[in-house]
Nanobody, 118 residues
Framework: QVQLVESGGGLVQPGGSLRLSCAAS????????MGWYRQAPGKQRELVAS???????NYADSVKGRFTISRDNAKNTVYLQMNNLKPDDTAVYYC????????????WGQGTQVTVSS
């Protein structure tokens, strides 16, 4: 069992920055691909970015060049640095852990609200 706890959300003006953090419990963090998803009101949840245990990253086209995902395996933590935020980035952001070998094993955090508004 892996528990994920997100932090770092909030209200920011367009063009501003936020850094989300997701702390994972347990000693098997390295076995998981970590991802950030988001869900805006009335929309489906979508992948924002992911990072493998080896550091390979993947981004949604809408955030390329603005968001950066990283992980610290020693701290069992994954980060999402969000720069040049836009109102369309407003959503609840969820942390996800997916087992590298047994892909059906996946965990979700409780979500953190990000609101981009002037």
């Amino acid at each position: 069992q892996v528990q994920l706890v997100e932090s770092g959300g909030g209200l920011v003006q367009p063009g501003g920055s936020l850094r989300l953090s997701c702390a994972a419990s347990g000693s098997t963090f390295r076995l998981y691909t970590m991802g950030w998803y988001r869900q805006a009101p009335g929309k489906q949840r979508e992948l924002v970015a992911s990072i493998t245990s080896g550091g390979d990253t993947n981004y949604a086209d809408s955030v390329k060049g603005r968001f950066t995902i990283s992980r610290d395996n020693a701290k069992n933590t994954v980060y999402l640095q969000m720069n040049n935020l836009k109102p369309d980035d407003t959503a609840v952001y969820y942390c996800n852990a997916r087992h590298t070998l047994i892909r059906s094993i996946t965990y979700w955090g409780q979500g953190t609200q990000v609101t981009v508004s002037s």
